[in-house]
């Protein structure tokens, strides 16, 4: 009778898992589409629009008194999001972690977020100053929500199924980001047999995005459970910055893990940067036109689905930190081919859109499954935080380099190669890793493969 009590409760607990899990899932499901849709394709060209708009006769807007380029305004509002983001996300993660109380908090971020972006239905004429302000919480809120949602990772998932639940929530986000984009895409080339102005049909995209990510958020709030924390919350008041401070302290006692986050900060840069640029390397060295950019956006998409998944199952048959190693070799190579693209030729181009999505999403995920493991118990808000902002916040050295490249070589081919470096120096930092004896002394249990 005792044998089939312990049976039933692991059963009853397995399933309650599984059913946490799924509801995780679509949190990536729900946000992925602001990304894609709204930050990648739609919402900068646009904002720069109406801010030209808005612009005196010498080109400048004037948010606050202070005199700013129109053309540099959506470049500037995601820098101050980013400020913003990192000031308020270790205080959030401290409230999490000292509370046990994430769900709130993610349903404060990601409604807050879902409300700036259908907000930007009213971003017309010439109003870049809320799009402006739309843009900075929106992008801030979908950070704060991203550090809670991979805080969940640990508790939801034992250490043999991370590598694989990370990598379907990665597959999630990007169908989802394919599916809705393509739905954009068709309202916006067909805009007049919609009855629709192009501007219109730009601004229904973006507030869709919103109500895509609000309306789908329901699920995981509905099944992912809190765990409560038996310590207090007095230290979690403390400001952003002194939040953030303390988190790196610990981080010092624990310094594989700080190890890791460097490897993965250095070669993240890359990656951020591949996708930040790679549209502006195909427009101004290869001459191709927006059409063809973003279409090689929804194969990325689409592509990163399979990549996910099928890099998933390699973690499971080699662990994740070979699969990751791995992953760079391609990114590396992946990039060096690019230099050898022809100009004028869309289906070279889609080639390499399909290299860089093959790695992309496994190599994300892979990353923050592995991170989940080197993390102490109990303090995965604030350790995610930490990686959030490695992810979104440190990015820049990417950017700098590729364009003190161009600035002296003037070609964007030896731009986008000097970007190879980033995946050199991180596979050497990663393979430095000994990445058992840091799960083992963050004190966590040791997966057979990682």
Request: charged letters at 15%; aromatic letters at 10%.
């Amino acid at each position: 009778m005792g044998t089939d009590t312990v049976r039933t409760q692991a059963t009853d607990e397995s399933a309650d898992l599984g059913r946490q899990q799924r509801g995780w899932y679509f949190y990536d499901w729900a946000c992925s589409v602001y990304s894609t849709s709204v930050l990648t394709v739609f919402l900068g060209p646009y904002l720069t629009a109406v801010a030209k708009h808005a612009a005196d006769a010498d080109g400048y807007v004037h948010p606050l008194g202070v005199p700013v380029r129109a053309g540099s305004f959506f470049a500037y509002s995601v820098s101050l999001s980013v400020v913003l983001a990192v000031v308020v996300m270790p205080l959030v993660g401290g409230v999490a972690d000292r509370t046990g109380r994430r769900k709130p908090l993610l349903a404060a971020a990601a409604y807050t977020g879902a409300a700036a972006t259908t907000g930007m239905f009213f971003l017309d004429g010439d109003r870049y100053l809320l799009g402006g302000v739309l843009l900075v919480v929106a992008n801030a809120a979908q950070s704060v929500g991203m550090m809670l949602y991979n805080s969940y990772l640990p508790q939801i998932a034992p250490p043999e199924q991370r590598d694989a639940v990370s990598s379907r929530g990665w597959a999630f986000g990007y169908a989802a980001g394919a599916l809705v984009l393509v739905a954009d895409l068709v309202l916006y080339t067909a805009h007049d047999s919609f009855g629709l102005s192009e501007t219109t049909a730009v601004r229904v995209c973006l507030a869709s995005a919103g109500l895509w990510w609000g309306a789908f958020t329901l699920v995981p709030l509905r099944r992912l459970r809190d765990r409560h924390a038996g310590v207090g919350v007095e230290r979690a008041t403390a400001p952003g910055p002194r939040r953030l401070a303390a988190t790196v302290r610990d981080m010092r006692r624990h310094p594989l893990t700080l190890a890791f986050l460097l490897a993965y900060l250095v070669y993240n840069d890359g990656i951020q940067t591949v996708i930040s640029q790679a549209s502006v390397y195909g427009s101004q060295e290869l001459g191709l036109g927006q059409s063809t950019l973003i279409g090689a956006v929804l194969m990325v998409q689409v592509l990163a689905v399979a990549g996910a998944l099928a890099m998933g199952r390699l973690a499971r048959a080699y662990g994740a930190k070979r699969t990751i190693l791995g992953s760079l070799v391609a990114w590396a190579v992946t990039l060096a081919a690019g230099w050898f693209l022809p100009a004028g030729a869309p289906v070279w181009f889609y080639a390499l859109a399909c290299g860089i999505g093959l790695v992309l999403g496994g190599s994300q995920a892979l990353s923050r499954s592995l991170f989940s493991h080197l993390v102490p118990p109990g303090k995965e808000a604030e350790y995610f935080a930490a990686y959030e902002m490695s992810d979104r916040g440190m990015s820049w050295l990417g950017p700098l380099l590729f364009g003190v490249t161009y600035q002296l070589t003037g070609s964007y081919r030896s731009a986008i190669v000097s970007l190879v470096i980033f995946f050199v120096i991180g596979f050497a930092l990663l393979a430095r890793v000994p990445v058992r004896r840091a799960i083992g002394e963050a004190g966590n249990a040791i997966p057979e493969k990682i």
